[in-house]
């Protein structure tokens, strides 16, 4: 069913830690079977994370916002992703998965993990914003491959062969 591990060429960087950020979108799940097939072929150990985001509160012009705290019940479905990612990776066959669910600003604790737990490979999912959305709402991949030193990839969906 899945292909067998292949030796990593003399020359190419060893990938022996990936770590894979998810939120339980399309493209987060795309990114997971990504990071999955890749610990699988380079036989790393992978690490699963997610961010239940924080939500601002906008209180007055002299304090832009306000963190509050995540609700448990947002924070209970990012724990139940990562424990589904993590046993999907399992059963695929990378024995050596682990899950870690953070609570936070979702830019910032990436980086904060990537920071404390060095990784050769960060996978992330692409929104696909409009570029006028993205101008607004900013883009998690972007704002995480800007500010980590490891190397990053970014799942897209496919291009149809329509266009």
């Not at 239940?52 to 448990?72: I, N």
């Not at 910032?108 to 060095?118: C, R």
């Not at 409009?130 to 998690?140: E, H, I, M, P, Y």
Request: hydrophobic residues 45%; negative net charge.
């Amino acid at each position: 069913m899945y292909p067998e591990p292949v030796r990593v060429p003399m020359g190419l960087p060893p990938f022996a830690r990936i770590t894979v950020a998810i939120d339980g979108s399309k493209m987060g799940e795309l990114a997971l079977d990504l990071a999955i097939d890749l610990a699988r072929r380079y036989q790393s150990d992978l690490a699963v994370i997610a961010v239940a985001p924080l939500q601002q509160v906008f209180v007055s012009s002299a304090e832009p916002w306000v963190p509050t705290e995540v609700p448990e019940a947002e924070t209970n479905y990012y724990r139940g992703i990562i424990d589904k990612a993590v046993k999907k990776a399992q059963t695929a066959g990378v024995a050596n998965s682990t899950g870690t669910c953070m609570e936070g600003v979702v830019v910032d604790e990436i980086i904060a993990h990537v920071e404390k737990h060095p990784t050769d490979l960060l996978v992330l999912g692409s929104r696909g914003l409009s570029t006028a959305k993205r101008l607004l709402l900013g883009s998690v991949s972007d704002a995480v491959s800007h500010h980590v030193t490891c190397p990053v990839l970014i799942a897209r969906a496919p291009v149809s062969a329509g266009g």
